[in-house]
């Protein structure tokens, strides 16, 4: 890997972890900030982004700041709006990703993989987490024990029904790349998404909603959309990931923290990549 990739997306890394550091430089910049400055500015001088891509990014980020100022519906339609492109990787956005892993197959009955280090998935869940972050002090062993009570319950039931229905099957393995597949699917792709579909969507839809079923409705709709997100996987893939996003919509709603939706995310991804076929059977 060249060190034009490792400072670029090891400055995003940065970005990404210093989200929980309530620090500022000068009293004045976050670290997150810094970081995610350093790196953009990086991706342009690399070639990984353009002046477009920080023009977009720029308006995004505003338009999530001033959401979380006024918390208007008609401002989190507009950041909703402007997330479609950037966690899609649409081409006039002009991002150029690094592609790690190209159309491999991990074992011999899976289908192709490939694994990016999207810049402009990330930066959502950056801005979104930024701006409505919380720094009060996180309930480790609540959250631990809906962690493993979630991921027990989830495995049982997706892996039976992946089974079934013939996306996966028991497929113990190690793949040389998992390091780097950890760092990239719970810092990029795990954050970025339960940002958007748990701490936006999921918070916004409760937040308008009243009754006793608005906590139920919530965490359906969200998980309904997660799950059209997937789209490219196909109308299994859509059902499964709807499943899943009830249970990652469920633990955000328990614990009120995203850290656990997060680790839900990924620590059911992990198990997936090492236990099951993956991404699917051919």
């Given at each position: 890997?060249?060190?034009?990739?490792?400072?670029?997306?090891?400055?995003?890394l940065?970005?990404?972890l210093?989200?929980w550091?309530?620090?500022?430089?000068?009293?004045?910049?976050?670290?997150?900030?810094?970081?995610?400055?350093?790196?953009?500015?990086?991706?342009?001088?690399f070639?990984?982004?353009?002046f477009?891509?920080?023009?977009?990014?720029?308006?995004?980020?505003?338009?999530?700041?001033?959401?979380?100022?006024?918390k208007?519906?008609?401002?989190s339609?507009?950041?909703?709006?402007?997330?479609?492109?950037?966690?899609?990787?649409?081409?006039?956005?002009d991002f150029?990703?690094?592609?790690?892993l190209?159309?491999?197959h991990?074992t011999?009955?899976?289908?192709?993989?490939?694994?990016?280090f999207n810049?402009?998935?990330?930066?959502?869940g950056?801005?979104?987490?930024?701006?409505?972050f919380?720094?009060?002090?996180?309930?480790?062993?609540s959250?631990?024990?809906?962690?493993?009570?979630?991921?027990?319950?989830?495995?049982?039931?997706?892996?039976?029904?992946a089974?079934?229905?013939g996306?996966?099957?028991?497929?113990?393995k190690?793949?040389?790349?998992?390091?780097?597949?950890?760092?990239?699917?719970?810092?990029?792709?795990?954050?970025?998404?339960?940002?958007l579909?748990?701490?936006?969507?999921?918070?916004?839809?409760?937040?308008?909603?009243?009754?006793?079923?608005?906590?139920?409705?919530?965490?359906?709709?969200a998980?309904?959309?997660?799950?059209?997100?997937?789209?490219?996987?196909?109308a299994?893939?859509?059902?499964l990931?709807?499943l899943a996003?009830?249970?990652y919509?469920?633990?955000?709603?328990?614990?009120k923290?995203?850290?656990?939706a997060?680790?839900?995310h990924?620590?059911?991804?992990?198990?997936?990549?090492?236990?099951?076929t993956?991404?699917?059977?051919?």
């Amino acid at each position: 890997m060249d060190i034009n990739i490792i400072l670029t997306y090891g400055f995003l890394l940065s970005s990404v972890l210093s989200l929980w550091a309530p620090f500022k430089l000068f009293n004045k910049i976050p670290l997150w900030l810094l970081f995610l400055a350093i790196s953009f500015s990086l991706a342009i001088a690399f070639k990984k982004a353009s002046f477009i891509s920080l023009a977009y990014t720029l308006f995004f980020g505003y338009s999530v700041y001033y959401y979380y100022k006024k918390k208007n519906i008609i401002l989190s339609f507009l950041v909703l709006a402007l997330s479609v492109p950037l966690v899609l990787h649409f081409s006039f956005l002009d991002f150029n990703n690094y592609r790690y892993l190209h159309n491999i197959h991990i074992t011999n009955n899976a289908t192709p993989f490939s694994l990016y280090f999207n810049l402009d998935k990330t930066v959502v869940g950056i801005f979104i987490i930024a701006f409505s972050f919380n720094y009060k002090k996180i309930a480790l062993l609540s959250i631990f024990k809906l962690l493993i009570i979630n991921l027990v319950l989830m495995g049982l039931i997706f892996f039976v029904l992946a089974t079934v229905l013939g996306y996966s099957k028991f497929e113990p393995k190690l793949p040389y790349f998992t390091p780097v597949w950890i760092l990239v699917n719970l810092f990029f792709t795990c954050m970025a998404e339960e940002a958007l579909f748990r701490r936006l969507i999921q918070q916004k839809i409760h937040e308008s909603l009243s009754g006793k079923y608005a906590s139920a409705i919530s965490i359906f709709i969200a998980a309904a959309i997660f799950g059209l997100a997937h789209f490219k996987g196909g109308a299994i893939y859509i059902a499964l990931a709807t499943l899943a996003g009830l249970f990652y919509g469920f633990i955000y709603y328990k614990s009120k923290r995203i850290e656990s939706a997060i680790l839900l995310h990924f620590s059911f991804n992990l198990i997936h990549l090492l236990l099951f076929t993956y991404p699917t059977l051919k």
